[in-house]
C-alpha cells in the first residue's frame, strides 16, 4: 500500500496517516458499463484465497445502506450531500475492511474507489477535483490504491451494453463523457498509480492485461 510516495500536485493521501504493509490494493475504475464488474470479478477468482473483494459504495452494513439510499430513483440528493454519502461509505470501508485486510497481506480488488468520486461528482458533476480529494483524503485518512486499472471504454459502446436502470445510469451518453474525460485527466496527472487497460478488447483479453498488471504490483510491494 502507498503511503504518500507521489509529487504533492498529485498527492491524494495525507502523510504519515498511512504506514506500509505488506497487502497490495488495487482499484478498477471506469464509466458505467465499462466492465470493471467482471475483471474485478476475475481477477478474484484468479488469486483465490488471497484476493479481497470490496465494491463502493457498499461493502458494509453501512455502504450498503448509502448504496440503496444513493440508487433510489425516488431520494432526491443534491450533489454535496450525494459527494458526503459516498465517502462516509468509504470510510466505513476503508476502517473495517480495507485496512484490517491490507494489514493481514491480501490483495484487496475495489470495484471503484475515491477516483470515481473525484470523476464524477468533482469533475462531471462540478464540485471541484479538489475539494472532493481533499474530503476523501480525510474520510479514508490518506488511503490510496497501489495500482488502480482504468477500463478505457467509448461511452456511445459501453451505453449499448445491457445493465440496470438506475438514477445513474438514466442520465446518459453527455455524463458518461464527461467521466470518460475526467478519468483520462485523472489518469494523465497520476501515471504512477494508474494503468490504462482498453476495455473494448474481449474480457479475457483485458483479464490477461489486468493479471500482468497486478503480478507486477505485486513484485514491487515486497
Ligand atoms: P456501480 O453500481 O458500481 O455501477 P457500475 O457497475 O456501472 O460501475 O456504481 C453506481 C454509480 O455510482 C455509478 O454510476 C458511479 C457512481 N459513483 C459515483 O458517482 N461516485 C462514487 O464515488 C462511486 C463509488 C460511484
Not at 470479478?41 to 459504495?57: F, I, N
Request: overall charge negative; glycine content about 8%; charged content about 30%.
Amino acid at each position: 500500500m502507498l503511503d504518500d510516495a507521489r509529487p504533492s500536485a498529485e498527492a491524494a493521501s495525507t502523510p504519515g496517516t498511512v504506514g506500509r504493509v505488506a497487502g497490495v490494493f488495487v482499484s478498477f475504475e471506469g464509466i458505467d458499463r465499462s466492465g470493471k464488474t467482471t475483471q474485478a470479478r476475475m481477477l478474484v477468482d484468479a488469486l483465490g484465497s488471497e484476493a479481497v473483494p470490496v465494491r463502493e459504495p457498499g461493502g458494509t452494513p453501512l455502504g450498503e445502506r448509502v448504496r440503496d439510499v444513493i440508487k433510489d430513483p425516488q431520494t432526491e440528493i443534491g450533489p454535496h450531500a450525494e459527494a458526503l454519502l459516498f465517502a462516509a461509505a468509504r470510510a466505513e470501508l476503508c476502517r473495517q475492511v480495507i485496512r484490517p485486510a491490507l494489514e493481514a497481506g491480501r490483495v484487496v480488488v475495489s470495484d471503484r474507489f475515491l477516483d470515481s468520486s473525484l470523476a464524477y461528482q468533482g469533475d462531471a458533476r462540478g464540485l471541484g477535483v479538489e475539494e472532493v480529494l481533499e474530503m476523501n483524503r480525510w474520510a479514508t485518512e490518506g488511503l490510496v490504491p497501489d495500482l488502480t486499472i482504468y477500463l478505457a471504454v467509448d461511452p456511445a459502446d459501453a451505453a449499448r451494453r445491457s445493465g440496470e436502470a438506475d438514477r445513474f445510469e438514466d442520465e446518459g451518453l453527455l455524463l458518461q463523457e464527461r467521466v470518460r474525460d475526467a478519468y483520462e485527466r485523472l489518469v494523465e496527472a497520476e501515471p504512477s498509480r494508474f494503468r490504462r487497460v482498453d476495455g473494448s478488447l474481449p474480457p479475457d483479453a483485458v483479464h490477461a492485461e489486468v493479471l500482468a498488471l497486478v503480478g507486477a504490483a505485486r513484485a514491487a510491494a515486497v
